[in-house]
């Protein structure tokens, strides 16, 4: 899938993975690929840094732990990430219904 496809709703898919309970980046990363049935293939560099902006706007928190001797970062959402979730998913709702009387055809 194209990456310009997702732009502006990576903040919501990466909520919405976060909401069956914690996850390390990766972890994120291959829910977002198991849940897409791998149609969605997020590069580090994409998802990182939108956690990182997730995590400053208090919508997820992340804490450091160790695993197998590596240090790694899980993250969980917040109670402000599961109202901006509801909020992106109404969005999405709206969006997804107006392109798809669009791109549908002619009634």
Known sequence: MNADSIRGHLDGLLLAVLEDGPLHGYGIIEALQRRSGGALEMPTG??????????????IAGDWDTVGGRRRRTYTLTRAGRRALE????????FSGVVGSVLGGAP
């Not at 994409?46 to 919508?59: D, H, N, Q």
């Not at 992106?88 to 709206?94: G, L, N, T, V, Y």
Request: avoid cysteine.
């Open 87 to 94: 909020e992106q998913r109404a969005e999405w709702i709206r």
């Open 46 to 59: 994409t998802v990182y840094p939108a956690l990182r902006r997730l995590e400053r706007a208090r919508w």
